[in-house]
């Protein structure tokens, strides 16, 4: 039966040179960036500038489409000399393989392919495009490699790569992968290697889609909102719409003038800026979310944003117990008792306050808490509670457990 076992791998030529350049091909989307990760892991060199999560050589990739012939052969050269072994990838080789064939040392290619379907659903999830459109041309790049290896193949030496394979048997391709490129690495790298063989992984999903912005809200009041976008790989102006409880009130372009990222060099011109400026007043238990248009990822709140979620209140302080509130925005939070200047204990405020639901400081009433204690507080204690890194202010009531000296619960 074993025989009748597909590992999603073949081979083509042989791999017995000891120096040799390992090209990495296949379309965008493919599997490059893992084959090339999984190089670059185990110590392949795979370019000057080459970094997680694509892995690509982008200098020698830019002499390439270029076509600056000198500069590719001077790059190939210096490369040569300093490695035995080391490889390239980038997906537009796919458009130069014929020409690039005869420069590369001792070419030992990696042919990765992924089905057509997954590759263009991932490219309209990351990059917009048409689906039927991006999987039409997808086929005809598939076809250019075919062609490469059809019309070279008594001159080809490599292996080819089923993505889908690789991500359901790794420990098969590392191991072929280590034979062919005759290195051997420790039980700890090789478990390292492999927990980096991810069908999803974050890293890559997340920096490799051009729908990513950066950006963060500054400020929050009642009747006002600001903070700052931009797009990561586009150079117009990102659109910024707020949601309140989960409903989308106001659309705005983020391109008000903010001369302090401008001289952080955040942003090239500091125009990036947004303003928001609501009707109707804002609740701290509102939930507010307020995202790039097309963005999966709402921008992050700066600390002076979030303090305006962030309610609530130490009642009374007891020798054994505390009593309070707090919430955040919409979310349950989470108390942290500090006692000179070390956490003794977090607390869930989500008990129910009938109080504070029919005076409207909260909508369900869910936000009290009571601590109880196994050592006795002290009037001299430094005592503090806090909700992330807002500190709860304490009530008159609390305050006199500080100003007795013989409390009694």
């Known amino acids: 039966m074993e025989k009748l076992k597909n590992s999603g791998i073949e081979f083509i030529g042989d791999f017995n040179s000891e120096e ?7 379309v965008a989307r493919s599997g490059t960036s893992l084959v090339a990760g999984v190089l670059d892991k185990i110590g392949v060199f795979t370019g000057e500038k080459s970094k997680s999560p694509v892995f690509e050589d982008i200098k020698l990739s830019t002499a390439i489409e270029n076509d600056n012939e000198e500069l590719i052969d001077k790059i190939i050269e210096s490369y040569n000399k300093k490695y035995k072994v080391w490889a390239f990838k980038r997906p537009s080789i796919v458009k130069y393989l014929e020409k690039m064939h005869s420069k590369w ?3 030992y290619y990696i042919f990765i392919f992924k089905d057509v379907v997954s590759i263009a659903n991932r490219n309209k999830i990351s990059m917009n495009m048409n689906f039927l459109e991006n999987m039409f041309y997808v086929y005809n790049e598939i076809g250019k490699i075919v062609d490469f290896i ?7 030496n490599g292996m080819f790569l089923s993505y889908e394979k690789v991500i359901n048997k790794p420990e098969d ?3 072929n992968l280590l034979k062919v490129i005759k290195i051997d690495i420790s039980d700890i790298k090789r ?9 999803d992984p974050v890293e890559y999903l997340d920096k490799t889609r051009i729908t990513k912005a950066v950006g963060r809200v500054d400020l929050v009041s009642a009747k006002k909102v600001t903070g700052w976008a931009k797009w990561m790989y586009k150079n117009e102006p990102a659109e910024v719409c707020l949601m309140i409880n989960d409903k989308t009130v106001l659309k705005t372009k983020a391109d ?15 125009e990036c800026g947004f303003e928001f400026f609501l009707e109707e007043r804002l609740k701290p238990y509102d939930k507010l979310e307020v995202k790039v248009v097309n963005e999966v990822k709402a921008l992050e709140f700066s600390m002076k944003a979030k303090k305006f979620f962030i309610k609530g209140n130490v009642d009374r ?3 054994r117990k505390i009593i309070g509130w707090a919430f955040y925005g919409n979310q349950t939070a989470e108390v942290q008792l500090f006692v000179n200047n ?4 977090s607390k869930k405020a989500d008990m129910f306050r009938r109080d504070l639901k029919e005076k409207g400081v909260h909508y369900t009433g869910k936000c009290g808490f009571e601590i109880k204690l196994d050592f006795d507080l002290l009037p001299d204690n430094n005592v503090v509670l806090k909700v992330g890194e807002v500190e709860l202010p304490f009530g008159e009531k609390a305050k006199e457990f500080f100003r007795e000296k013989n409390q009694v619960i």
Do not use: A, C, Q, W
């Open 191 to 199: 478990k390292e290697v492999l927990n980096f063989i991810s069908p």
């Open 256 to 270: 008000k003038m903010r001369k302090d990222l401008k001289i952080k060099k955040i942003h090239p011109n500091g």
């Open 150 to 156: 059809r019309n070279n193949r008594e001159n080809i």
């Open 317 to 319: 302080i007891y020798k």
């Open 173 to 175: 391709f590392l191991t």
């Open 342 to 345: 070390r956490l003794v204990l």
């Open 20 to 26: 040799k350049t390992i090209v990495v091909v296949g």
């Open 105 to 107: 040392r001792n070419p």
